[in-house]
């Protein structure tokens, strides 16, 4: 089955930018999303299709995928980003589709 | 507004069953494919499950098939998930989550607050 790679941490200062990565073969064929999760809370899309924006989340939040990488770019950090990210994407090809990355621990300083 | 509302979670003992529930409101339900996903205490986050808009097309992950069974009732606006043979592993918060109309790429737009479920003795 597919696996998915995230680095468990990044750390990142106020108003500086956090790129938080996820690996898979050949991870650039397919599309990639991204969600926020804040502690006690469910999960919240914040990139789609690798590099799209649902309404409501800021444009500080960006996405790219080429290779066998994904990035998450944050831009201009805010406290307020402090949370866990995870990459997942739909492998079609497979009859047990849905993966998710193991998450990575963004930590404001 | 999207409402996805979870129940019927619990405490259970190994071998034990459960049906989760997932009450969905402010969206045409039948027009929608639909998941669960959970979360194990302090774990990340791992797909379960997924049924199509009509309930022709299902899918598991390996670490539950044969044990849980997804379904839905487009007349009731509702997403369940039987549980069997539970074990310890388990044990975590389950999701639905919503995938979007005219979208092949498979993310999940809206998630439901979640219920825990817990398996031990």
């Known amino acids: 089955s597919y696996v998915l790679t995230q680095p468990p941490s990044v750390s990142v200062a106020p108003g500086q930018t956090a790129r938080i990565t996820c690996g898979g073969n050949?991870?650039?064929?397919?599309?990639v999303h991204w969600y926020q999760q804040k502690p006690g809370q469910a999960p919240v899309l914040v990139v789609y299709d690798d590099s799209d924006r649902p309404s409501g989340i800021p444009e500080r939040f960006s996405g790219s995928n080429s290779g066998n990488t994904a990035t998450l770019t944050i831009s201009r950090v805010e406290a307020g980003d402090e949370a866990d990210y995870y990459c997942q994407v739909w492998d079609s090809s497979s009859d047990h589709p849905g993966v998710f990355g193991g998450g990575t621990k963004l930590t404001v300083l | 507004e999207v409402q996805l509302v979870e129940s019927g979670g619990g405490l259970v003992q190994p071998g034990g069953s459960l049906r989760l529930s997932c009450a969905a409101s402010g969206f045409t339900f039948s027009s929608y494919e639909m998941n669960w996903v959970r979360q194990a205490p302090g774990k990340g986050l791992e797909w379960v499950s997924y049924i199509s808009s009509s309930g022709s097309t299902i899918y598991y992950a390996d670490s539950v098939k044969g044990r849980f069974t997804i379904s839905r009732d487009n007349a009731k606006n509702s997403l369940y998930l039987q549980m069997n043979s539970l074990r310890a592993e388990d044990t975590a918060v389950y999701y639905c989550?919503?995938?979007?109309?005219?979208?092949?790429?498979?993310?999940?737009?809206?998630w439901g607050q979640g219920t825990l479920v817990t398996v031990s003795s």
């Open positions: 050949n991870i650039g064929s397919k599309s």
């Open positions: 989550a919503r995938a979007p109309r005219y979208s092949s790429s498979g993310y999940y737009d809206y």
